[in-house]
């Protein structure tokens, strides 16, 4: 059986301090910081996948830790072998302890078998579009932009996109990153949406920045972008 104990001991081995400062000073969260890198903890999680009595771990693991928390996410987003609705199980009470935008960013896009599923995972996680819960909404919003930013599914990403909530800072800053990416991938999708005003002054004027930030997009659009900027 994993104990939690071994577990512990693994990440306080790859620990370290000054990665944990920096770390500190980028991640407002209430769980303890240990400072490891994220290639340690993906090998660790890989390592972790592959036991037999993974199950005994995704039931009983502990979350004292920022680390414990990616750790097992990224083991979770490994199995993709799994029953979805057995991952769905785990990930569900896993987003709610997300408390800041490490922690979504980076086990939002991990899971390998939300491809497999689509239809299935939007229709899952649709409700958390109108949550309270500021990382809650910010995961949904990143849900939308790293496995429904695609020819397939950009018309519902945007309208979503624009219905979503806004007015808490995390959820903002995801919203105005997901509208960049659009306009750097459907640009002519995309563009209505800032036309219409369909966004807070701040997500509107941000998803501009940060789309005249990206090497994608033509020096011409970025000016016309520029000239759309909110007063």
Same mark, same amino acid.
């Given at each position: 059986?994993?104990?939690?104990?071994?577990?512990?001991?693994?990440?306080? $081995?790859?620990?370290?301090?000054?990665?944990?400062?920096?770390?500190? !000073?980028?991640?407002?969260?209430?769980?303890?910081?240990?400072?490891?890198?994220?290639?340690?903890?993906? @090998?660790?999680?890989?390592?972790?996948?592959?036991?037999?009595?993974?199950?005994?771990?995704?039931?009983?693991?502990?979350?004292?830790?920022?680390?414990?928390?990616?750790?097992? *996410?990224?083991?979770?987003?490994?199995?993709?072998?799994? #029953?979805? /609705?057995?991952?769905?199980?785990? $990930?569900? #009470?896993?987003?709610?302890?997300?408390?800041?935008?490490?922690?979504?960013?980076?086990?939002?896009?991990?899971?390998?078998?939300? !491809?497999?599923?689509?239809?299935?995972?939007?229709?899952?996680?649709? #409700?958390? @579009?109108?949550?309270? *819960?500021?990382?809650? @909404?910010? &995961? &949904?919003?990143?849900?939308?932009?790293?496995?429904?930013?695609?020819?397939?599914? =950009?018309?519902?990403?945007?309208?979503?996109?624009?219905?979503?909530?806004?007015?808490?800072?995390?959820?903002?800053?995801? =919203?105005?990153?997901?509208?960049?990416?659009?306009?750097?991938? &459907?640009?002519?999708?995309?563009?209505?949406?800032?036309?219409?005003?369909?966004?807070?002054?701040?997500?509107?004027?941000?998803?501009?920045?940060?789309?005249? /930030?990206?090497?994608?997009?033509?020096?011409?659009?970025?000016?016309?972008?520029?000239?759309?900027?909110? @007063?």
């Amino acid at each position: 059986m994993i104990q939690n104990a071994q577990i512990d001991q693994r990440l306080r $081995a790859l620990a370290e301090s000054d990665y944990k400062v920096f770390n500190e !000073k980028l991640i407002p969260t209430n769980y303890e910081i240990r400072g490891i890198r994220m290639p340690a903890l993906k @090998k660790l999680a890989k390592e972790l996948s592959t036991e037999p009595e993974i199950g005994d771990y995704l039931k009983n693991a502990e979350f004292t830790t920022y680390e414990h928390v990616l750790l097992y *996410g990224l083991v979770l987003g490994n199995l993709n072998k799994l #029953p979805l /609705e057995t991952v769905l199980g785990y $990930a569900d #009470p896993l987003i709610l302890r997300f408390d800041n935008w490490a922690h979504v960013d980076t086990l939002t896009s991990a899971f390998k078998i939300f !491809k497999q599923y689509p239809d299935e995972i939007f229709a899952h996680f649709l #409700p958390l @579009k109108s949550d309270e *819960g500021e990382f809650t @909404k910010r &995961f &949904f919003v990143i849900l939308l932009m790293c496995h429904y930013m695609d020819g397939k599914y =950009i018309d519902t990403t945007l309208q979503h996109l624009s219905e979503i909530p806004q007015g808490q800072y995390y959820v903002d800053m995801a =919203i105005a990153w997901a509208v960049s990416m659009g306009l750097v991938k &459907f640009y002519d999708k995309t563009l209505p949406y800032l036309e219409q005003k369909a966004f807070s002054r701040f997500v509107h004027n941000k998803a501009i920045q940060k789309a005249r /930030e990206s090497y994608r997009i033509s020096a011409e659009i970025k000016e016309l972008l520029n000239g759309m900027k909110m @007063k």
